[in-house]
């Protein structure tokens, strides 16, 4: 079983910019894609990036597009989230996860870390 620790988290202005980054061990991770997800209060938790195992490819939900960068390290066991021109609509708890495969098809819903909170202030 995969464990995985967020880090960097905080309070931003609009516009600003935060990394996000997750510690992952317990599982060979260049073999599985990693991804974050986020929850705002009352809202079911939703994709927010991936990347292959090999970090050859990354996928992104439309409303991060060219605002947030994920990428990996394999030899260190971390992925990273850099979130630039952030919004208050960004405002979440943050979520890292392990796919199922390398690639970004099946993420493993039981595999969250702890999370880690955003707030973009207006």
């Known amino acids: 079983q995969v464990q995985l620790v967020e880090s960097g988290g905080g309070l931003v202005q609009a516009g600003g910019s935060l990394r996000l980054s997750c510690a992952a061990s317990g599982r060979t991770f260049r073999n599985y894609a990693m991804g974050w997800f986020r929850q705002a209060p009352g809202t079911e938790r939703g994709f927010v990036a991936c990347?292959?195992?090999?970090?050859?490819?990354?996928y992104y939900a439309d409303s991060m597009k060219g605002r947030f960068t994920i990428s990996r390290d394999n030899a260190k066991n971390t992925v990273n989230l850099q979130m630039d021109s952030l919004k208050h609509e960004d405002t979440a708890v943050y979520y890292c996860?392990?796919?199922?495969?390398?690639?970004?098809?099946?993420?493993?819903?039981?595999?969250w870390g702890q999370g880690t909170q955003v707030t973009v202030s207006s």
């Open positions: 996860t392990q796919f199922y495969t390398s690639g970004c098809s099946r993420p493993n819903r039981d595999s």
């Open positions: 990347i292959t195992g090999n970090g050859d490819n990354t």
